[in-house]
């Protein structure tokens, strides 16, 4: 751990997590938008469903760690809402035993600290003519339709009102895009940097909207070492100087 301690954001979940650094992903422009304010610290697992993730739960957030997170930003429910495999095996997890694993996680993460706020994200769509392209040869009786994200979707919405836990629409927020079934997939199913730059407004505006004291919105938040010095770049008039600190100039987005 290096220093001083900033407040931890923590990205848990499958593949639309570990690859959010990917393709100009939005745990990269996370990372970005909170330079300075915060550590962003990724814990995706590809491929996994909301079983594993309730398996490994408490590694993974130990209630006994020395410091909890601010913020945990979490995503299952893309491989769970896949068809069962005749054989049993596979990602698939009943739409119950969905529900009630992401209650367990939903309650274990805010039995951390008083402070650890926590969004859910709920199942995006898919191209569903992109996945059947890609997956040709490659898995067996790989069932991925719109019409269960939906339903994976609409349960985690309605599990997070239930429990007094944020949730990020993705399946709703996507299909306002009118090219959203091309522009948003890398593959039909991961996230391409237009579809990452959806998923980080929407998450910015829960943290803008919500009343968590302190605020977790990037403006609201302390820049590390952000005071003055004279060590900072001379302005035009050659007396003073101009601090860089919160400069944004650089970002192909201005975020709010």
Not at 28 to 39: E, G, M, N, Q, T
Not at 163 to 173: E, H, I, N, P, R
Not at 188 to 212: D, N, Q
Not at 217 to 222: F, N, T, Y
Request: charged fraction near 20%; charge should be negative.
């Amino acid at each position: 751990m290096v220093g001083p301690q900033r407040p931890q954001f923590v990205l848990f979940g499958s593949s639309i997590v570990q690859l959010s650094y990917a393709n100009g992903g939005w745990g990269a422009i996370l990372s970005d938008v909170y330079a300075r304010k915060a550590d962003i610290v990724l814990r995706g697992y590809y491929g996994w469903n909301s079983r594993r993730a309730v398996e490994v739960l408490h590694q993974v957030f130990p209630k006994d760690a020395a410091a909890q997170p601010s913020l945990v930003i979490v995503y299952f429910g893309g491989n769970d809402s896949m068809g069962p495999h005749s054989s049993g095996l596979g990602p698939h997890v009943p739409l119950p035993e969905y529900i009630e694993h992401m209650r367990s996680i939903a309650v274990h993460l805010q039995s951390l600290s008083d402070t650890t706020r926590v969004i859910f994200l709920s199942c995006p769509p898919v191209n569903e003519a992109k996945v059947r392209e890609g997956v040709s040869g490659i898995f067996s009786e790989l069932v991925r339709t719109n019409e269960l994200c939906r339903q994976y979707s609409e349960a985690c919405i309605e599990l997070c009102q239930e429990v007094g836990v944020k949730v990020v629409d993705l399946w709703t927020a996507f299909q306002k895009r009118d090219d959203w079934l091309n522009a948003c997939f890398t593959d039909g199913v991961h996230l391409s940097a237009e579809g990452s730059k959806i998923v980080v407004e929407e998450i910015l505006k829960v943290l803008k909207g919500a009343e968590w004291e302190p605020s977790l919105h990037w403006k609201s938040m302390l820049t590390e070492f952000g005071d003055d010095s004279p060590y900072d770049l001379v302005a035009f008039d050659g007396k003073t100087t101009l601090n860089p600190s919160d400069w944004t100039f650089h970002r192909e987005i201005q975020w709010d």
